[in-house]
Structure formats: C-alpha cells, structure tokens
C-alpha cells in the first residue's frame, strides 16, 4: 500500500523502542549488576555498562547456591513434565478423538475442567495427597465398603502401603504432568487430520496403535514443539509447589527454588550482595529464555492455538 | 475370483437410515461405477464394501466369503480416496509402500515392488519427493500406485477424479479404464459426474435416497432409463420432461397448454389415460425449417437462446410452460422468442408414471435393463 | 463435540490410552479439590480424631475476619492495576508493531523474551532494580530522601508487585494482540485506505474493534493469572509485607495453611479463590462460544 507517513512512522519506532527499553531494561540492569563488584553495585545510581567481576560472580554465584546440582535437577523435571504432558496428552486426545465409546465427552470434560482448579487453590490438600499418594484410594476403598466386604470375605484387611512423593523426583514430575491445556491442543490437532488418512491406514492394513506411531505422532511433530516449549518454561519455572514438597534441598532443590535462599537484604542480617543474587537470577532464567529464544516459532503458535 | 455379492444392504445412523435395502452382484472382473447425487448412500456403500463402515443389515460377499465381520485389512480391497489421502510426512516410495510394510514385507522386496508400481504409473523420479510437492495428477498417480502395489482382489474408488481439474480429469479416465482391462481386477467406482460414469463403466448402478433407481449397461440406462430420476441425471443434458395428459382412447398425449401429440397405444400395453411425464431427448428431436407444421406429430416452441458447443448447439427453448432442449448440429439465427416447429417421432416419446416416475414400458423394448428398486 | 467419521472400536485400549491421564486428574485434582471442600466444613479437634462437621463456621471465621478483607481488597487492586498496564502496553505495542515498518521482526522477537522468566526471578530483579537503598530507582531517593521505600511503605511495595506483575504479562498479551490484528483480513485494511481513512483512523475505526473478542479473552486470562499466580512475585518481593500491605489471597492461604498449620481456615480461603477462578472461566467460555459470531 502506498502511505506516505514520514512523522508516523518515526513516533511509531519511536513507541517500539520505548516498549523495547521497557521489557529489556529489567534484564539488562540483573546483568550489568552481576558484573560489578559488592561495593559499585551499591553506589547510587549504579553504573549502566558491564564491569569486569562477570567470572568472579558467576562463580560464586554458581558455587554458593550449588547450582550444579540444582540445575541439573531442574533439568530432569523440565524435561520429565514436558515428556510426560506431551505423551500424556497425545494418548488421552487420541483416545477421546479416535474411539468411540460412551463416556469420551465426560472424559473430555473431566480433564478440561482443570483448568479452573490451578494449584494455588488446591494446594494445601494437593500438598496433602503428595504426602500419601494411595490415601485417596485407601479411603475409596473404605468409604465404598469394598474392603470391608473383602474383609469379610476373605479375612484380609487390604492397607495399601504408604507411599510418599515428598522429597522425590516422582512427586516433582507427577503432580504436574496432567495437562488440559496440552489434551485440548492434541484434539484440536486430530480433529484437522483428514478422516481419510485413518482410513487409508485401515485400508493398509494398520491397527489401531500402529496408525497412532506411524502417521498421528510425526504429522504432530510442529504441535509437539510448539507445546514442548511452552511446557518446558512452564515446568522449569514452577516455583510454589517444589517450594512446599521439597525439604531435602540439598538432593532434589530446582534452580527456580533456589531464588528465595539467595534474596540479599536486611532480611537475613547480610550485606547486601547483589551483584551475586543476580548473577544467580540470570543464570536461573537463562535456560527457558534461551528455549524461547530459539523455538519462537512453535511457542508462539503453541500460545495462540491453545487459547490457554 | 473375486465376485462382490451385496445383498438386502442397509445402513443406519443412528435412526437415519441412509442405505435401504440394496442388492446386486458385481462379477468378477467387472468395472461398475455407482453413480448418484451427493448424500443418495453410493459412498456408504462402497465404504461398507471396504469395510470402513459397519453393515446395519444384508451382507457383503466378496469372492463368495461373508466379510460383514472382517476388518478391512481381512478383506482384500485397495482404495483410492477423493482426496487421494496420501500421508504428508512420507516421501512417495514409503507412501505406495506402507501397506506392505505394515504387513511385514522385507524392506528389499518391498523397494522393489514400489519400484516397479511406480513405473507402471511414471512415478519413478518422484520416489523421493513429498505429496505435497507434487502436482495434482501425480498425487493422483501415488494413490492408484499405493492401490496397485497391494495386488488386491478389489479396486474400490471413491470419486477420485473430483479434486482434478477437467483436462486432467479426461486424462485420469483414461488411464484408469486402460489399467483395468490390462489388470481386469474388480472395480467398484463411485462418482457423481454422468460422463465419467458412463465412459468408465462395464456397468452402471444409479443410486438415489438410499435405493438403486437402475441397473445396467450405460446405454442402456442413457436410451432407456427406468425413473423420471434417471432420466433427468443421464445425458447433458437430461432428458426433456414434460407434464401431458394421455387421452381417454389412449391414442394421443395432450401438453399444458393443449397442444396435442399422437402416440402408438399398442406399444404400451399398460397405459391408462391420465396425467404422464413425457421424456424427450434433445437429440431425438428435430427443427423443420420451413415446410408445413404437423399438427400431432410436432410441437410448437418459443426460442430462448441458443448455447454453443462446438460441434453443434443446444437450442433451449420452452413448450407449454416448460423448457426444452434440442440439439442441433449447425447454427441457427433464431431471434428471442421466435416460434419453433419442432418434429417428434412416436418412436422416441418415452412415457413416465406421473406419481411414482417409473418407466411405463413399452412392448417393443427388451425390459430386463430396468431392475427398480 | 466433533469426533471422527472413522473411529477404533477397541474399547479396552482406549481406556489404557486415557487411563493414566484420569488417574493423574482424580489424584491430584479432584480429590484434593473435594478434600478442600470437606475440610473448609469441618474442624481437626485439638486432640486429634476425626473431623468435626462445622458447617459454615470457618467460612464465618474468615469473614469477619479484617486480614482476610485486607487481603481480598488488595488482590483485587493487584490484579485490576496490573491487567490494566499489562495489556495497554501490549496493545499499544501490538498495534504498532503489526504496521510492519522495517525492523518489525527485530521487535517482534524481542518483546516475547520476558514471557520465559520465571515469576520469583522477576521478583528478585525487580526487588533489586526498585531497592530504596541500592539498583536503579533509589536515585530518586538521593533526590527526594524517602520518597520510595517498598520495604517501609505498603503503597510502594503495592506499586512494585505491581509493576513487576505487569512486566511479565505484557509478552503474553503481546503474541495474543499481536495475532488477533494479524487474522483482521488485510483487505479490511485497504478497504478503509480506499475510504480516506489514515492509519490513527484506521487503528480506531477497524483494527480496535475487530480486537474486541481478543480483548476480552485477555481481560480474563490476565485477571485470573493475577489472582492465581502471583505468588511467586510477592513471595521474593515483599514476602507480604510491609505489614501486611501486599498479601495476597494466593499468599494468604499459603501462610495461614502452611506456616500457620490451619488447614479448615485455608481450605475455606482455597474454595472463595476456587469459586473466582471458576466463575471467571465460565466468563471465558461464554465469550468464546460469542467469538464465533466475531470470526
């Protein structure tokens, strides 16, 4: 379209860098920070440009908090939810989209519903259930008569055993691999494959399972990176509930956890160091930056096709 | 021998009952197409055939075994699909060959037969491509390869010609009829196009609302069809059907607007007088130029206009209220609402019950063709 | 809902594909979930045992409670305030980043980056960057003395969650505007150009209006994400203080549940928040059945 709108279009650069200087001055100031020795951090104003203490803090940084381990173990759970949302979800939408039996809705429905109970509102119980993973089921039992009546019958009493996700990978993985959002993605996508590519699989002489791995899983695969990366920032970022299931820091502590041991201040009687809490931050928030930075593409389609 | 036996078919969803009731046999080696408009039940049943659809009532026999209960693998049909259904992340070799594979075909066997389908179909610098870098007609070609590789009893098409545009089109007939007298395997064919029906098939079955309206070879149908349905969907254009009155002595047809046509009552034994449908070919029928009009063996038309074809025209022009299409081989300068005399031969009025549309049958025409629902 | 014309009929192995999805859906949601509304009704005797059905007492408990009011009137200031600046930057920034000058790509790509930081990182920044004594803004405290001091003054600690809440809702909001002005067709667009009708006039008259469901959608989603999912932000920021002043719901039962192990009391808050999460949802899915009509 020819538009001639010289001034326009300065004042609009002009805005853009403006929104620039707004989401990007934060992460500039935690890195400037990091790079600076104790006492010019504290000046005021602090300078705007890198100093030259970079190795020095990010050492520290890294060595104090033990981030080693800790990244690590952020690692194996961003990568466990992420596996286990994709594959959970792959399997369910298949399930409810490519079988026809009576109750597909009301499972649909079941796993949609989540979406309203995000764990802030159920986290006590939640806490509680991690805790005893078979509690619920023990008291299905019993509530039912179902162990009463074996009971009876057979003269066992059925306790089935504790078993605690507290302190454990398990429970840091487990609890968070349900997805409503990664199902509703799913069956989005199955519903835009052609009915006739199942049936010419059927014609092929493919089942079922077959049909599933050889056609659905790779035509998914721009589903399964847009969904991997959204997930991948969501789980390395989860904050609240390692916070509450993990006391054994020092073997299952995340990188993410991490933050609130390393806030300088007044608070824990310390001087205030910042040039090492936020060498800490960035290196924190490097990972899934650097997933979005390089998979922009599939996340960004991830976010608009799953209406959340 | 693979001889399909479709008896006392039906097909419900749900409570909606699509498919009433149908039975014929396809020989074996035989091409029949099925021919009839969107939603009249032909794709059902040629999915019931394949095994994609359950079979509410009846039976399918192929090569003399009930398959109601088998799973379409069982059954030893190929398919080709309207939108040819080919799987977008597999290059054209893995496509045409995944049948096998599933099966358990070694992957050097297996390299080989791909290899030579594809030369059969041209296909053979293509391999390596993807479906979606291919043209039109040779995603076409991969669908019929993928069919062929498997050897299959069956060939089942379901309008796969549709997606193509109409030069192609009469280039994929072709080669569709070549490839079945060379393999002479059994072919259902379903499609909604007339002309492709009737160069394709050995066979036609014409179906409407769940039920066969006709069976028979496609001249047969073209020269006598069995329904008003029939007659309007064969031929471009469809026969000319015109409202008419058979008098009390039988001996002549009265038009709507009172024109009058003689008929021969011995050739319909059981005519009675009363309301008819009169069926009349535009090719049958003829522009006097000149000379006299006869009353009783013609008709008196207004021209509309005149639509070019190339080897001749339609003449569309209207009659006591109703339209009529004649065809002529020359040109003619009509004006807009010029008067028409035009010759009709008793010989080829063909006569319609006016409430059921059947054929009322003359004696002079062998009636086998005509199988009615 | 739409299912497929060609389905499986093998019944036993849809229910294994679905299973463990259930199971992780029963475990961790539904059962807690009802475990909260069963708790929020009853009371753990001091002595131990079962508990005891209270009915609505605990409700009763929190509600006279001032704390609980203070906490559920800050919440809402929060969650306004920071859908409010979160989205009109997004939106400004959308708008003028779908004309598609040169460079709009480099903006484009730069605007999601704050989307990937964590919410307790953001609140460590952001606790740094707005420090009454150290960072950034404390110059204004060298100008001013005492002007800004989060950690003394409970409408400066608002301000900061607030701000840092917003920042990092902004890059969501963002993609969402951003691709709601990219499905306006652009014949729309040309169309209004033919009409006389500069790109100020345009923004006002074509694309704000056909940004409407957009827009609703992300009031919706902003509103339950503040209210939900800030405990990460507040929990590194201020802790929820100074006195009180930035204690969230989502922190409140945090602290009345955990620190001061009253499960009943914070089981009763859960199910108030649980009630407004869902009740904005259904907000949601009305819109989206209406958004059909809109596209």
């Known amino acids: 379209m020819v538009e001639r709108t010289p001034i326009l279009n300065i004042l609009t650069h002009l805005i853009l860098i403006m929104g620039l200087i707004m989401l990007l001055v934060p992460l500039w100031i935690v890195f400037v920070a990091s790079t600076h020795d104790f006492r010019t951090v504290n000046t005021v104003p602090m300078p705007l440009w890198p100093g030259n203490q970079m190795v020095a803090n990010y050492t520290l940084a890294w060595q104090q908090s033990g981030f080693g381990p800790k990244m690590l173990n952020s690692f194996i759970v961003a990568i466990g939810v992420t596996a286990g949302k994709i594959a959970i979800a792959a399997i369910s939408a298949y399930s409810i989209v490519y079988f026809n039996y009576r109750f597909r809705s009301l499972f649909f429905w079941l796993i949609f519903v989540t979406l309203m109970l995000p764990l802030e509102v159920r986290i006590v119980p939640t806490y509680a259930v991690a805790a005893n993973v078979l509690r619920p089921y023990q008291e299905l039992l ?36 349900a997805t ?42 721009t589903n399964m990176a847009a969904l991997g990366t959204i997930m991948f920032v969501y789980s390395w970022n989860q904050y609240l509930w390692p916070l509450l299931i993990i006391t054994d820091i020092a073997n299952y502590g995340t990188a993410v956890m991490q933050l609130q041991r390393i806030v300088p201040g007044p608070l824990f009687g310390e001087p205030p160091r910042w040039h090492i809490a936020m060498a800490g931050t960035l290196m924190v928030m490097t990972p899934p930056l650097l997933v979005v930075i390089f998979m922009q593409r599939w996340f960004v389609r991830g976010l608009v096709s799953t209406d959340k | 021998m693979a001889r399909i036996d479709i008896s006392k078919v039906t097909k419900f969803y749900g409570k909606t009952q699509v498919v009433h009731g149908v039975d014929f046999t396809i020989e074996d080696g035989e091409f029949v197409v099925i021919l009839g408009p969107s939603g009249c039940g032909k794709s059902t049943l040629l999915r019931m055939i394949a095994g994609l ?53 070694p992957s050097a ?35 019929m390869a993928r069919a062929m590789i498997k050897e299959p009893k069956v060939f089942l098409f379901d309008e796969p010609l549709s997606n193509l545009d109409a030069k192609l089109r009469v280039q994929m007939r072709i080669e569709i009829r070549k490839l079945h007298q060379r393999l002479k395997a059994t072919s259902v064919f379903v499609t909604h196009d007339q002309v492709e029906a009737m160069t394709l098939a050995d066979r036609l079955v014409i179906m409407n609302k769940g039920i066969i309206e006709q069976i028979g070879a496609p001249k047969d149908v073209y020269d006598r069809p069995a329904s008003v349905f029939v007659a309007g969907f064969i031929g471009a254009p469809g026969l000319n059907l015109l409202p008419a009155t058979v008098s009390s002595d039988s001996h002549s047809l009265t038009l709507a607007d009172g024109q009058r046509l003689i008929i021969e009552p011995t050739r319909y034994p059981s005519l009675n007088p ?12 003829n522009i006097r130029q000149g000379g006299a009009f006869v009353p009783q063996g013609g008709l008196k038309a207004t021209f509309d206009f005149a639509e070019e074809l190339g080897v001749g025209q339609h003449i569309h022009a209207e009659v006591a209220g109703s339209p009529l299409v004649i065809h002529v081989d020359g040109r003619h300068p009509f004006a807009f609402g010029a008067g028409l005399n035009i010759d009709v031969s008793p010989r080829d009025m063909q006569l319609f019950d006016s409430v059921t549309g059947l054929r009322i049958t003359e004696t002079d025409v062998p009636t086998s063709v005509s199988a009615a629902a | 809902m739409t299912g497929k014309r060609v389905t499986f009929s093998n019944t036993w192995l849809a229910a294994l594909l679905i299973a463990p999805q259930l199971l992780l859906v029963f475990t961790f949601f539904y059962w807690p979930a009802g475990e909260a509304l069963y708790w929020s009704f009853t009371l753990e005797p001091p002595f131990g045992g079962e508990n005891q059905w209270v009915g609505w007492q605990n409700f009763k408990t929190v509600f006279e409670d001032p704390l609980y009011w203070n906490s559920v009137r800050i919440s809402v200031i929060f969650a306004l305030s920071s859908t409010a600046l979160a989205m009109g930057i997004a939106l400004i920034l959308a708008t003028f980043v779908d004309r598609q000058l040169p460079g709009y790509q480099a903006y484009r ?35 001013y003395p005492g002007i800004w001091n989060p950690a003394r003054d409970g409408f400066d600690a608002v301000v900061l969650i607030t ?133």
């Open chain 1, 142 to 177: 019993d509530a039912t008569g179902i162990s009463t009546i074996l009971g009876a019958l057979a003269g066992i009493k059925i306790t089935l055993p504790e078993w605690s996700m507290l302190n454990s990978y398990t429970g840091l993985i487990l609890p968070l691999i």
């Open chain 1, 180 to 221: 409503a959002t990664g199902t509703f993605l799913y069956r989005q996508f199955y519903l835009t494959v052609p009915d006739e590519l199942a049936e010419a699989a059927k014609m092929d002489g493919a089942g079922p399972l077959r049909f599933f791995w050889d056609v659905l899983l790779p035509l998914s695969k």
């Open chain 2, 53 to 105: 659809e359950e079979i509410s009532g009846g039976t399918i026999s192929i090569a003399g075994e009930v398959v109601n209960d088998k799973e379409p693998r069982a059954r030893g049909c190929a398919m080709v699909f309207q939108n040819y259904a080919l799987y977008p992340h597999m290059s054209v070799a893995e496509n045409i060959g995944y049948g096998l594979k599933v099966a358990g075909v």
């Open chain 2, 109 to 143: 066997e297996r390299l080989m037969r791909v290899r030579a389908v594809a030369k059969t179909v041209g296909l053979e610098e293509f391999l390596d491509r993807r479906p979606g870098q291919l043209s039109g007609g040779q995603r076409q070609r991969v669908a």
């Open chain 2, 274 to 285: 009363g309301p008819v449908t009169l069926g009349l070919r535009a090719e049958a029928l």
């Open chain 3, 109 to 143: 790509f730069m605007y999601f980056w704050p989307y990937a930081v964590a919410a307790p990182a953001v609140g460590l920044a952001f606790r740094f960057i707005f420090a009454p004594d150290a960072g950034f803004v404390s110059a204004l405290n060298q100008w």
């Open chain 3, 163 to 295: 701000l840092a809440n917003a920042w990092s809702m902004v890059a969501y909001n963002f993609i969402f505007f951003l691709a709601g002005l990219q499905s306006i067709p652009r014949s729309l667009n040309e169309a209004a150009a033919m009409d006389g009708s500069g790109v100020l006039r345009r923004m006002a008259d074509i694309q704000f209006p056909l940004l409407a469901p957009t827009f609703f959608f992300l009031v919706v989603i902003n509103l339950t994400d503040s209210f939900v999912n800030s405990f990460g932000i507040v929990d590194i920021t201020t802790a929820g203080g100074p006195a009180r002043a930035t204690d969230l719901m989502v922190y409140k039962i945090y602290s009345d549940g955990f620190k001061g192990k009253d499960y009943s009391l914070a089981a009763a808050q859960s199910l108030v928040l649980m009630l407004l999460v869902i009740s904005l949802t259904f907000i949601q899915f009305r819109y989206v059945e209406r958004r059909v009509h809109y596209t």
